[in-house]
Nanobody, 129 residues
Framework: QVQLVDSGGGLVQAGGSLRLSCAAS????????VGWFRRAPGKEREFVAA????????YYADSVKGRFTISRDNAKNTVYLQMNTLKPEDTANYYC??????????????????????WGRGTQVTVSS
């Protein structure tokens, strides 16, 4: 079982930066792949970024590519989302999600929310213009 606590959100001006953290409980977190998703008011949840259990592969939505960076520190059981050059359209509640991935017979769809079982409660990011 894994419990996720996402944090690091806040209010920032356009062009600014924030770093979100997803801290996990459990000794086997290093076997989990992690995704970040976001939901803006009145919009559907959308994929932002993902990182595989080994950290060897990362995936990004086109809207954040080149601005956001996902990384992980398995020794700290934490995944980070560094967000630079923030835009007002990045305003949303951000959620991290995790799914056990090491040793799976079939490749995960890292872009799909339905691939992940464990979810954090979310952290609000507001970007002012």
């Amino acid at each position: 079982q894994v419990q996720l606590v996402d944090s690091g959100g806040g209010l920032v001006q356009a062009g600014g930066s924030l770093r979100l953290s997803c801290a996990a409980s459990g000794r086997t977190f290093s076997t989990y792949s992690v995704g970040w998703f976001r939901r803006a008011p009145g919009k559907e949840r959308e994929f932002v970024a993902a990182i595989t259990w080994s950290g060897g592969n990362t995936y990004y939505a086109d809207s954040v590519k080149g601005r956001f960076t996902i990384s992980r520190d398995n020794a700290k059981n934490t995944v980070y989302l560094q967000m630079n050059t923030l835009k007002p359209e990045d305003t949303a509640n951000y959620y991290c999600a995790a799914e056990r991935d090491q040793g799976r017979p079939q490749r995960m769809n890292y872009y799909s929310a339905s691939s992940y079982y464990y979810w954090g409660r979310g952290t609000q990011v507001t970007v002012s213009s």
